[in-house]
C-alpha cells in the first residue's frame, strides 16, 4: 500500500444539511486515500452519510440545503471543494465519473442511447471518431447487437442493459475514478453477477480507481480490496476486505456480519443489531453506535471516541481492544 | 415440537393444484402462473424463490383469490375455495393473510397504529371495544413493540418497526395462513433479521403455515424448510431447501446459487466455480418454445429448444423440470460462453 501512488485524499470531510427541522451532519469527519487503480468499498446502511460522501468527491451535493463544512478533497493534490464552476466541470466529465442504483432515472427517456453516449464523448474528447467510439463503449461494457441497441431508447432496454449502457457513458471519457453508488442493487440476482464481473473486468482493463458504495457485505468481499464500514456519518472501521471481514473490531461491523443470513447456515439463530439506524436530527452523544451496542460502557456515552490505527486497519470503539 | 417427518405426514392446510393465471385473453396471453402445484401444511415455511417477473407474486395473490385464476384449484383445509364466493370467500380470506415490501404503503397515514388495529378487530372479529383495546395491546407485544405505541402514527416509526405493525394487522384477524411477499427487501441489513425472527417466533407459536416469498437466497434458507424455484411463470425445481441448496438440480437453481454472493466462501478464500447467465430475465410476454430456460441454459441440447419438460419427481418431494436432471455434471458444458 505505501508504494501505491495516491489518487484521492479526502481529510476530514463534513457535509450537513440545513433542513426545516434541524442539521443534519450526514458526514461528519470522513477521511481516506484511494490509491490509483485500487478498488475500495464504503459500506453501510441507509442513512449513514455514504451516498452523500460519494457525491462530495466531485461536489455534487445539493447546495443548499447541503454544504461542506469542513474538510478537503483533493484529487492529485488539488482540493475539489475549492475548484471554480470550469474547473468542476472538467473534473465531473475526465476524472470522476459515476453510475447510481437506477439507470433508468439516470438515462434521459427522451434521447436515444446513441445520441446521449455521444454527447458524452464529444463533451470530454476531441478529435475522435464519436461513432466508433460509441460502438467501441457498447462493445466494451458487453451490450449485444449494439448497432441496433444504439437507435433504441432508454425504456426499450431492460435494467441490466440501461445498466450496461450507463457504466458506457461513464467511461465514455477514461475516468481515473469510478464511483458506483449501488450499482446493482436494482437488479435481479442473475444479472447482478453480470454486471459485477463487467465492473471488475473494465477495473482490471482500464487501470482506473474504483469506489463501490453498497449495503450489501456479501458483495464487496470479491470486490474490493479495502472496506470503510460507515455508521451515522462516521467511518467507524476500515481495513484490507478479508482481514476485516474475518476479524470484525467495531461492534456495529460484528454486528452487521452476524445479521446477514448466510447461503450455507443450517438450523442456528441469526441476531440483528437491537434498535435501528439513529434519526440524523438526534444522534446520541458520544459514540453514535452506543444505544445500540452491546459492550458500551460510562465512556462511550461520554466520549466520542477517535481513530485507532493499527497496521493498515483503523477502528473507532473505545473497547475494541477488551471485547 | 414435531419432527419433520410427523409434519410433512399431516394434511396440507392449503394447496394448489395445477394452478394458471393467465393475463389478457385472446390467442396470446400473459401466462404469470402456468400450472403450479403446492402444499403447505401447518407450522411448515414454504419459500418461493425468483426473479422478477417470474410470476412469484400473481402466485401469491392468486392463492388468495386476489387474482382470478383461469385454470386449476385453490383447496383450503380441504375444502375448494377455487369458485367460493360471498361470505365463504371473506372467510377464506381472513384465514390467509399477506403482508407485502413496502411497509410505508401499507398503512394509513391519518390512523394511529392502535385506531387501524382496532377497525380490523371491529370489522373483521366483531370484538367489543373494552376486548379491542386489550388485543391492539397484546397484538403490539406480540411483535415487540409497546403498547403505547397504540396513540402513535405511521411516521413515527422506523421502517421495521412499521414492518412489525403490519405483521401485528395480519395478525389481529388470527390468520392460520401468512403469505410473505417480500416482506424484508425494503429493510435495512441490521434490521432484517429482527422481522426475519419475529416471523420464525410467531410461526411457532401460532403455528401458521407460510409461504415466503423472496428473491434473497440466503434470507430464504433462513426461514424456510422447503423451497420452490419459480421461472417464467413454472415452478423448474422445488424439495427440502437443504437438498436444494447443496445439490441444485435444475440449471437456473445452480446459477441462481452460483450468483449470489456468497460471504462464508470468500471468508475462506473458496474459489466457487461461477455460472454467470448470458441473456436476460424473459418477460411473461415473450414467446418461448421447448424449455423456458433453454435461450439461458448453458447446458442446453437440441431436445430442451423443441420440448418442455415436465416437473419430474427426482426423489421424495423432490422435483425437477429439467431433461437431463442428475445428468449435467459440475461444468458447465458444453455450450458455456464466457464473454
Known amino acids: 500500500m505505501a508504494l501505491s501512488e495516491e489518487l484521492l485524499r479526502v481529510e476530514d470531510l463534513r457535509v450537513y444539511f440545513s433542513t426545516e427541522r434541524g442539521l443534519v451532519r450526514a458526514v461528519d469527519g470522513v477521511g481516506f486515500v484511494l490509491p490509483k487503480g485500487a478498488t475500495y468499498a464504503l459500506v453501510g446502511e441507509s442513512g449513514c452519510g455514504k451516498s452523500v460522501t460519494a457525491l462530495a468527491l466531485a461536489r455534487l451535493v445539493d447546495e443548499p440545503p447541503g454544504y461542506y463544512?469542513?474538510?478537503?478533497?483533493?484529487?492529485?493534490?488539488?482540493?475539489?471543494?475549492?475548484?471554480?464552476?470550469?474547473?468542476?466541470?472538467?473534473?465531473?466529465?475526465?476524472?470522476?465519473?459515476?453510475?447510481?442504483?437506477?439507470?433508468?432515472?439516470?438515462?434521459?427517456?427522451?434521447?436515444?442511447?446513441?445520441?446521449?453516449?455521444?454527447?458524452?464523448?464529444?463533451?470530454?474528447?476531441?478529435?475522435?471518431?464519436?461513432?466508433?467510439?460509441?460502438l467501441a463503449l457498447l462493445k466494451m461494457v458487453?451490450?449485444?447487437?449494439?448497432?441496433?441497441?444504439?437507435?433504441?431508447?432508454?425504456?426499450?432496454?431492460?435494467?441490466?442493459?440501461?445498466?450496461?449502457?450507463?457504466?458506457?457513458?461513464?467511461?465514455?471519457?477514461?475516468?481515473?475514478?469510478?464511483?458506483?453508488?449501488?450499482?446493482?442493487?436494482?437488479?435481479?440476482?442473475?444479472?447482478?453477477?453480470?454486471?459485477?464481473?463487467?465492473?471488475?473486468?473494465?477495473?482490471?482493463?482500464?487501470?482506473?480507481?474504483?469506489?463501490?458504495?453498497?449495503?450489501?457485505?456479501?458483495l464487496v468481499a470479491d470486490?474490493?480490496?479495502?472496506?470503510?464500514?460507515?455508521?451515522?456519518?462516521?467511518?467507524?472501521?476500515?481495513?484490507?476486505?478479508?482481514?476485516?471481514?474475518?476479524?470484525?473490531?467495531?461492534?456495529?461491523?460484528?454486528g452487521l456480519l452476524a445479521a446477514v443470513p448466510r447461503l450455507r447456515?443450517?438450523?442456528?439463530?441469526?441476531r440483528g443489531i437491537r434498535g435501528s439506524v439513529p434519526n440524523p436530527l438526534r444522534l446520541p452523544e458520544g459514540c453514535k453506535f452506543h444505544p445500540r451496542c452491546p459492550f458500551a460502557s460510562d465512556i462511550c456515552r461520554r466520549v466520542e471516541p477517535e481513530d485507532e490505527w493499527d497496521g493498515e486497519r483503523v477502528v473507532r470503539c473505545h473497547r475494541w481492544r477488551e471485547i | 415440537m414435531k419432527t419433520e417427518d410427523q409434519r410433512v405426514a399431516v394434511r396440507p392446510l392449503l394447496e394448489a393444484h395445477d394452478l394458471r393465471v393467465y393475463f389478457g385473453g385472446g390467442k396470446a396471453p400473459l401466462k404469470a402462473v402456468d400450472g403450479v402445484s403446492l402444499a403447505i401444511a401447518r407450522g411448515e415455511t414454504v419459500g418461493l424463490v425468483g426473479e422478477s417477473g417470474c410470476g412469484k407474486t400473481t402466485l401469491g395473490r392468486a392463492l388468495m383469490?386476489?387474482?382470478?385464476?383461469?385454470?386449476?384449484?385453490?383447496?383450503?383445509d380441504g375444502v375448494d375455495m377455487t369458485g367460493a364466493a360471498g361470505r365463504r370467500l371473506r372467510t377464506f380470506r381472513r384465514r390467509v393473510q399477506m403482508i407485502f415490501q413496502d411497509p410505508h404503503g401499507a398503512l394509513n397515514p391519518r390512523m394511529s397504529v392502535g385506531a387501524a388495529l382496532d377497525?380490523?378487530?371491529?370489522?373483521?372479529?366483531?370484538?367489543?371495544?373494552?376486548?379491542?383495546?386489550?388485543?391492539?395491546?397484546?397484538?403490539?407485544?406480540?411483535?415487540?413493540?409497546?403498547?403505547?405505541?397504540?396513540?402513535?402514527?405511521?411516521?413515527?416509526?422506523?421502517?421495521?418497526?412499521?414492518?412489525?405493525?403490519?405483521?401485528?394487522?395480519?395478525?389481529?384477524?388470527?390468520?392460520?395462513?401468512?403469505?410473505?411477499?417480500?416482506?424484508?427487501?425494503?429493510?435495512?441489513?441490521?434490521?432484517?433479521?429482527?422481522i426475519l425472527n419475529l416471523l420464525r417466533e410467531l410461526r411457532r407459536r401460532f403455528n401458521l403455515a407460510m409461504l415466503f416469498i423472496a428473491h434473497d437466497l440466503a434470507v430464504v434458507r433462513y426461514m424456510c424448510e422447503r423451497i420452490m424455484v419459480m421461472y417464467y411463470g413454472r415452478i423448474v425445481e422445488e424439495g427440502p431447501a437443504e437438498a436444494v441448496y447443496s445439490a441444485p438440480e435444475h440449471p437456473y437453481t445452480r446459477a441462481l446459487l452460483?450468483?449470489?454472493?456468497?460471504?462464508?466462501?470468500?471468508?475462506?478464500?473458496?474459489?466457487?466455480?461461477?455460472?454467470?447467465?448470458?441473456?436476460?430475465?424473459?418477460?411473461?410476454?415473450?414467446?418461448?418454445?421447448?424449455?423456458?430456460?433453454?435461450?439461458?441454459?448453458?447446458?442446453?441440447?437440441?431436445?430442451?429448444?423443441?420440448?418442455?419438460p415436465a416437473l419430474r419427481e427426482r426423489s421424495a418431494g423432490r422435483r425437477v423440470a429439467c431433461h437431463f436432471a442428475g445428468e449435467l455434471g459440475d461444468d458447465a458444458e458444453p455450450e458455456r460462453e464466457v464473454k
Open chain 1, 142 to 218: 458487453g451490450l449485444p447487437d449494439a448497432e441496433s441497441k444504439m437507435k433504441e431508447y432508454p425504456h426499450r432496454l431492460s435494467g441490466g442493459m440501461q445498466q450496461r449502457v450507463m457504466i458506457a457513458m461513464a467511461l465514455a471519457c477514461r475516468p481515473a475514478v469510478l464511483v458506483a453508488d449501488e450499482p446493482t442493487t436494482a437488479l435481479d440476482v442473475t444479472i447482478q453477477a453480470q454486471i459485477l464481473e463487467l465492473l471488475a473486468r473494465l477495473q482490471r482493463e482500464l487501470g482506473m480507481a474504483v469506489l463501490l458504495i453498497t449495503h450489501n457485505l456479501g
Open chain 2, 65 to 76: 383469490r386476489l387474482e382470478d385464476s383461469t385454470g386449476g384449484r385453490i383447496v383450503f
Open chain 1, 69 to 134: 463544512a469542513g474538510g478537503r478533497v483533493l484529487l492529485r493534490g488539488r482540493n475539489v471543494l475549492e475548484m471554480e464552476e470550469g474547473e468542476l466541470r472538467r473534473l465531473r466529465g475526465n476524472e470522476i465519473s459515476y453510475v447510481f442504483q437506477e439507470p433508468a432515472v439516470s438515462l434521459n427517456p427522451v434521447f436515444r442511447i446513441g445520441y446521449q453516449l455521444a454527447e458524452a464523448i464529444r463533451l470530454h474528447r476531441r478529435g475522435v471518431n464519436v461513432r466508433e467510439e460509441v
Open chain 1, 223 to 254: 470486490l474490493a480490496e479495502r472496506l470503510l464500514v460507515m455508521y451515522a456519518g462516521r467511518i467507524v472501521e476500515a481495513g484490507p476486505t478479508l482481514d476485516l471481514l474475518r476479524g470484525p473490531r467495531h461492534p456495529y461491523t460484528r
Open chain 1, 265 to 270: 447456515s443450517v438450523g442456528g439463530e441469526v
Open chain 2, 119 to 194: 377497525e380490523v378487530l371491529a370489522v373483521a372479529r366483531g370484538l367489543p371495544a373494552r376486548e379491542r383495546r386489550r388485543r391492539t395491546v397484546e397484538l403490539l407485544e406480540a411483535v415487540g413493540l409497546e403498547g403505547a405505541y397504540a396513540g402513535r402514527y405511521p411516521h413515527e416509526f422506523s421502517g421495521g418497526q412499521r414492518q412489525r405493525i403490519v405483521i401485528a394487522r395480519a395478525l389481529a384477524v388470527e390468520p392460520e395462513v401468512l403469505i410473505a411477499d417480500e416482506p424484508v427487501s425494503a429493510l435495512d441489513v441490521s434490521v432484517q433479521v429482527q
Open chain 2, 258 to 308: 452460483s450468483a449470489v454472493p456468497d460471504l462464508d466462501a470468500s471468508l475462506e478464500g473458496r474459489r466457487r466455480n461461477r455460472i454467470i447467465l448470458k441473456g436476460e430475465v424473459p418477460t411473461l410476454g415473450e414467446r418461448i418454445t421447448g424449455c423456458p430456460f433453454h435461450p439461458r441454459c448453458p447446458w442446453r441440447r437440441a431436445r430442451c429448444v423443441e420440448e418442455e
